[in-house]
């Protein structure tokens, strides 16, 4: 592990002694979980917005086969 050095309000200082207190974790490792935490949730969004950017990009297509008509081919050739 790498130390990091961070600055923060007092208020959220004073708040995260207190969970620290109540939780018997110390407070790096509270800081650790909350920043895996923001960082999944920022990877599910970036993946979500890349979704959202890319719905519908065939939608005008018209050279796309039926991929019904596909499967039942390919199941009458087994």
């Known amino acids: ?3 990091t050095q961070i600055y923060i ?3 959220l200082q004073q708040k995260l002694e207190s969970l620290s207190k ?3 974790s110390s407070k790096s ?3 650790r979980d909350a ?3 923001y960082l999944e949730r ?3 969004a970036e993946r979500k917005n890349k979704l959202r950017a890319g719905a519908g990009m065939w939608k005008n297509k018209k050279d796309i086969p039926d991929v019904a008509k596909l499967r039942e081919e390919m199941e009458r050739r087994l």
Do not use: T
């Open 9 to 11: 309000p007092e208020h």
């Open 1 to 3: 592990m790498k130390r």
């Open 29 to 31: 490792a509270i800081i």
């Open 22 to 24: 109540s939780r018997g």
């Open 35 to 37: 920043v895996v935490q």
């Open 42 to 44: 920022q990877s599910d």
